[in-house]
Nanobody, 125 residues
Framework: HVQLVESGGGEVQAGGSLRLSCTAS????????GAWFRQAPGKESEGLAT???????IYADSVKGRFTISTDNARNTLYLQMDNLKVEDTAMYYC????????????????????RGQGTQVTVS
């Protein structure tokens, strides 16, 4: 049984930082690709970042240079470090995982990853 559990969301002022965590059970990020995507009310979901099992990362233009995706295989946890947050970053954030590494070649495919968490709310004011 695969489970992804996000944490770390909250409210922050513009310019601030948050780190989201996604702890996995039933799969390992040592062999699975990881991703983050978000969805704001009334908007389509947006792929933010992907990372493959070798550590190669890609980012959406909207977050490039501000967000960093990483994994800690010892903790089997996926992270999203978010710096210089903007009001437009306000959304529900989801982590995702998939065994198909080619999904990492396009950040928009983050929404198509087979496993996803329940989401954590990020509000920037």
């Amino acid at each position: 049984h695969v489970q992804l559990v996000e944490s770390g969301g909250g409210e922050v002022q513009a310019g601030g930082s948050l780190r989201l965590s996604c702890t996995a059970s039933g799969l390992t990020f040592a062999t699975y690709a990881g991703a983050w995507f978000r969805q704001a009310p009334g908007k389509e979901s947006e792929g933010l970042a992907t990372i493959d099992s070798d550590g190669s990362e890609i980012y959406a233009d909207s977050v490039k240079g501000r967000f960093t995706i990483s994994t800690d295989n010892a903790r089997n946890t996926l992270y999203l470090q978010m710096d210089n947050l903007k009001v437009e970053d306000t959304a529900m954030y989801y982590c995702a995982a998939d065994s198909r590494p080619w999904l990492c070649y396009s950040v928009s495919a983050a929404r198509d990853f087979g496993y996803r968490g329940q989401g954590t709310q990020v509000t920037v004011s």
